[in-house]
């Protein structure tokens, strides 16, 4: 007899099958395009952009958790394994399998079961559009996205990513997910709102840059809802449609008037959104992306969602029945209207809430806790010494020891490029494999590390949250382009000056443990969710490209008062960052994405100069191809 470890893995291998689902009319007018006239469909594929697909994922997720509650050990799984069996009979393939990933993230028994990245469970699904446009001759490829687009879509068809942010909205479900000790209730996670909010702004900061790299300009928002949406795409995945060119939305009557009240109430400062300023982010998050912490369902909808499911369902070119890659969380990222989409949402989020607060206050900044912006003579952005990085081949030995040896001491004041081991270029490269028989190439880079230099001039130990930014020089003064790199907390001894070594490796925005992109996952320790650990940005993708010819960016690392920010991360598993930690609140006391939730009081890089507990470098990010 299989074990269930085996059982689980096989059922997660059966292919997608998008197979019609029951669904109320008023539920699916919400999220499909309608002629003038037409009714919605009472059947629609699997999706858990509809809600009442959704909670009935979700429903069989909580009897897979009463199963396992009532049967302990091997024998609780396999009587899980065998309800999948018959629900997937009487529903879908689609819906079980949902369930399951539900249930092995959420629950303790779940975690023994195997959890499998969507290219190792449906490749098919993440499979390229097209070959490497490096491989065909200019102009022959036609599928993907069309024009300047297609520039891109190496990006936004990595698999990784896509199985980024289809991981994501099982370990944060919009109704919640069942609690493991009574599956009857689902439990919203802290902050999920701000959250949703955050991990997508960052999400559109990274792919900015990318178009930054390749000479496009940013992402534009889809704010006129009647206009024609100029990029098409087509996937090429089976049951999946295509759009072409210059297509318009149908049907947006209910978006148009749900984001009309959203900004009223915003500007209004009052109603459903008065609320404490620490928490208002978080029932911005919840009412946009319509999960169960929406203030009002009647009066704000389903604005996210059904900007989804709207662009998903525009006619496909050739006439073919189905849905386009916008109406699933496990495609919808490789559509380049995903991301103006996305900025539509966080520009509301922006414009009507983060810049109408008060600037940024750096009073609580760590006392007597610096960093230099220059060794010797005036002040100067973007040359500090402290900010010291190294190729990991250069790194010998224990780490701490080597930047101690080569940084610290006697050498703490001293031009660290004189060690003859740093560097202020980092290359990445593109990698070419295979993904079910289909050749993709990814992006890769150089593992390195950072080794920062900081002084507690204080009489006592101080702990700190160290804080690693990136920006493209072209980007520099622009808040909502800024990527998180890393955070993570350090001890300073009393009246020290301390070398820290931190691996890339070890970034907190990443899935745990860091892999190259054709490597097999890494075994994980006993007891670990593995579906958590692997929730997280892709560790080849911590980078932007950057340009052959070397393009310029700015590193910038903030320190911050750990007792004020109480961060407790984990290195060892998941992104803390775009994640949280299983069952704990969001750690870190702070607004999502700070110090840039918010306007400086100045511009950045003059305000840099002014913190002792900042302190900037600029660095080159070289692609070779």
Same mark, same amino acid.
């Given at each position: 007899?299989?074990?269930?470890?085996?059982?689980?893995?096989?059922?997660?291998?059966?292919?997608?099958?998008?197979?019609?689902?029951?669904? *109320?009319?008023?539920?699916?007018?919400?999220?499909? *395009?309608?002629?003038?006239?037409?009714?919605?469909?009472?059947?629609?594929?699997?999706?858990?952009?509809?809600?009442?697909?959704?909670?009935?994922?979700?429903?069989?997720?909580?009897?897979?958790?009463? @199963?396992?509650?009532?049967?302990?050990?091997?024998?609780?799984?396999?009587?899980?394994?065998?309800?999948? +069996?018959?629900?997937?009979?009487?529903?879908?393939?689609?819906?079980?399998?949902?369930?399951?990933?539900?249930?092995?993230?959420?629950?303790?028994?779940?975690?023994?079961?195997?959890?499998?990245?969507?290219?190792?469970?449906?490749?098919?699904?993440?499979?390229?559009?097209?070959?490497?446009?490096?491989?065909?001759?200019?102009?022959?490829?036609?599928?993907?996205?069309?024009?300047?687009?297609?520039?891109?879509? &190496?990006?936004?068809?990595?698999?990784?990513?896509?199985?980024?942010?289809?991981?994501?909205?099982?370990?944060?479900?919009?109704?919640?997910?069942?609690?493991?000790?009574? $599956?009857?209730?689902?439990?919203?996670?802290?902050?999920?709102?701000?959250?949703?909010?955050?991990?997508?702004?960052?999400?559109?900061?990274?792919?900015?840059?990318?178009?930054?790299?390749?000479?496009?300009?940013?992402?534009?928002?889809?704010?006129?809802?009647?206009?024609?949406?100029?990029?098409?795409?087509?996937?090429?995945?089976?049951?999946?449609?295509?759009?072409?060119?210059?297509?318009?939305?149908?049907?947006?009557?209910?978006?148009?008037?749900?984001?009309?009240?959203?900004?009223?109430?915003?500007?209004?400062?009052?109603?459903?959104?008065? !609320?404490?300023?620490?928490?208002?982010?978080?029932?911005?998050?919840?009412?946009?992306?319509?999960?169960?912490?929406?203030?009002?369902?009647?009066?704000?909808?389903?604005?996210?969602?059904?900007?989804?499911?709207?662009?998903?369902? #525009?006619?496909?070119?050739?006439?073919?029945?189905?849905?386009?890659?916008?109406?699933?969380?496990? *495609?919808?990222?490789?559509?380049?209207?995903?991301?103006?989409?996305?900025?539509?949402?966080?520009?509301?989020?922006?414009?009507?809430?983060? +810049?109408?607060?008060?600037?940024?206050?750096?009073?609580?900044?760590?006392?007597?806790?610096?960093?230099?912006?220059?060794?010797?003579? $005036?002040?100067?952005?973007?040359?500090?010494?402290? #900010?010291?990085?190294?190729?990991?081949?250069?790194?010998?030995?224990?780490?701490?020891?080597?930047?101690?040896?080569?940084?610290?001491?006697?050498?703490?004041?001293?031009?660290?490029?004189?060690?003859?081991?740093?560097?202020?270029?980092? +290359?990445?490269?593109?990698?070419?494999? *295979? @993904?079910?028989?289909?050749?993709?190439?990814?992006?890769?880079?150089?593992?390195?590390?950072?080794?920062?230099?900081?002084?507690?001039?204080?009489?006592?130990?101080?702990?700190?949250?160290?804080?690693?930014?990136?920006?493209?020089?072209?980007?520099?003064?622009?808040?909502?382009?800024?990527?998180?790199?890393?955070?993570?907390?350090?001890?300073?001894?009393?009246?020290?000056?301390?070398?820290?070594?931190?691996?890339?490796?070890?970034?907190? !925005?990443?899935?745990?443990?860091?892999?190259?992109?054709?490597?097999?996952?890494?075994?994980?320790?006993?007891?670990?969710?593995?579906? &958590?650990?692997?929730?997280?940005?892709?560790?080849?993708?911590?980078?932007?490209?950057?340009?052959?010819?070397?393009?310029?960016?700015?590193?910038?690392?903030?320190?911050?008062?750990?007792?004020?920010?109480? !961060?407790?991360?984990?290195?060892?598993?998941?992104?803390?960052?775009?994640?949280?930690?299983?069952?704990?609140?969001?750690?870190?006391?702070?607004?999502?994405?700070?110090?840039?939730?918010?306007?400086?009081?100045?511009?950045?890089?003059?305000? !840099?100069?002014?913190?002792?507990?900042?302190?900037?470098?600029?660095?080159?990010?070289?692609?070779?191809?």
């Amino acid at each position: 007899m299989a074990t269930p470890q085996q059982r689980a893995e096989s059922f997660l291998k059966r292919p997608t099958e998008r197979k019609p689902l029951p669904v *109320t009319q008023a539920s699916a007018a919400g999220v499909v *395009t309608l002629g003038a006239g037409d009714q919605a469909p009472t059947q629609f594929p699997f999706t858990t952009f509809i809600d009442e697909h959704e909670q009935a994922g979700l429903s069989v997720a909580a009897q897979m958790m009463r @199963i396992a509650n009532e049967n302990p050990g091997d024998d609780g799984l396999q009587k899980v394994l065998d309800y999948a +069996e018959e629900e997937a009979q009487r529903s879908s393939i689609d819906l079980v399998k949902y369930a399951l990933q539900v249930f092995i993230t959420h629950h303790p028994a779940g975690r023994r079961l195997p959890s499998l990245s969507l290219e190792e469970s449906d490749p098919a699904q993440v499979k390229p559009s097209h070959p490497p446009l490096s491989s065909v001759p200019a102009g022959v490829v036609t599928l993907g996205a069309t024009g300047d687009e297609k520039k891109l879509d &190496w990006y936004r068809e990595d698999p990784a990513t896509s199985d980024h942010h289809a991981r994501w909205h099982v370990v944060y479900p919009r109704a919640g997910s069942p609690d493991p000790n009574n $599956p009857g209730i689902q439990i919203m996670k802290d902050r999920q709102g701000e959250l949703f909010l955050y991990m997508h702004q960052q999400m559109l900061a990274r792919y900015d840059t990318e178009r930054l790299g390749v000479g496009m300009q940013a992402a534009t928002s889809l704010s006129d809802y009647a206009a024609k949406i100029a990029e098409g795409y087509d996937p090429n995945i089976q049951e999946l449609t295509a759009r072409a060119d210059n297509q318009r939305m149908s049907g947006i009557t209910n978006i148009t008037k749900w984001t009309k009240a959203i900004v009223t109430e915003l500007r209004a400062g009052a109603g459903d959104f008065n !609320v404490p300023p620490r928490t208002v982010p978080d029932v911005i998050g919840c009412t946009i992306e319509q999960n169960n912490g929406s203030r009002n369902l009647a009066k704000y909808g389903s604005l996210h969602n059904s900007g989804h499911g709207l662009i998903a369902s #525009i006619p496909d070119p050739q006439g073919n029945p189905g849905q386009g890659v916008m109406a699933f969380t496990s *495609t919808a990222i490789r559509d380049p209207v995903f991301y103006r989409w996305h900025r539509q949402v966080d520009d509301i989020f922006a414009a009507e809430w983060q +810049e109408k607060q008060t600037v940024q206050n750096f009073g609580d900044a760590p006392a007597s806790i610096s960093m230099r912006d220059v060794l010797n003579g $005036p002040q100067k952005i973007g040359v500090s010494p402290d #900010i010291i990085l190294c190729r990991e081949d250069k790194v010998a030995g224990d780490p701490t020891a080597f930047g101690e040896a080569q940084f610290g001491g006697a050498k703490f004041d001293s031009d660290a490029a004189q060690s003859g081991v740093t560097t202020d270029i980092l +290359e990445t490269k593109m990698v070419l494999r *295979t @993904i079910d028989g289909d050749a993709v190439e990814v992006l890769d880079h150089d593992d390195f590390y950072y080794f920062l230099r900081i002084r507690n001039d204080n009489a006592a130990a101080k702990k700190v949250t160290v804080r690693i930014f990136l920006a493209a020089e072209t980007f520099m003064d622009q808040r909502r382009r800024w990527i998180e790199l890393d955070k993570f907390q350090q001890e300073l001894k009393a009246s020290s000056r301390t070398v820290v070594a931190r691996s890339s490796k070890l970034a907190a !925005v990443i899935r745990k443990p860091a892999r190259r992109p054709d490597a097999p996952p890494p075994p994980l320790d006993p007891g670990e969710d593995q579906n &958590w650990c692997d929730c997280g940005w892709p560790y080849h993708l911590l980078l932007p490209r950057g340009k052959q010819a070397g393009m310029k960016f700015r590193l910038l690392v903030v320190l911050t008062d750990w007792d004020k920010d109480k !961060v407790e991360l984990d290195a060892h598993c998941g992104s803390t960052s775009y994640c949280g930690k299983r069952d704990m609140k969001y750690p870190d006391l702070r607004p999502m994405g700070y110090p840039f939730d918010r306007k400086w009081p100045g511009a950045i890089a003059a305000t !840099v100069l002014a913190q002792k507990n900042m302190a900037a470098r600029d660095i080159t990010i070289r692609f070779k191809p």
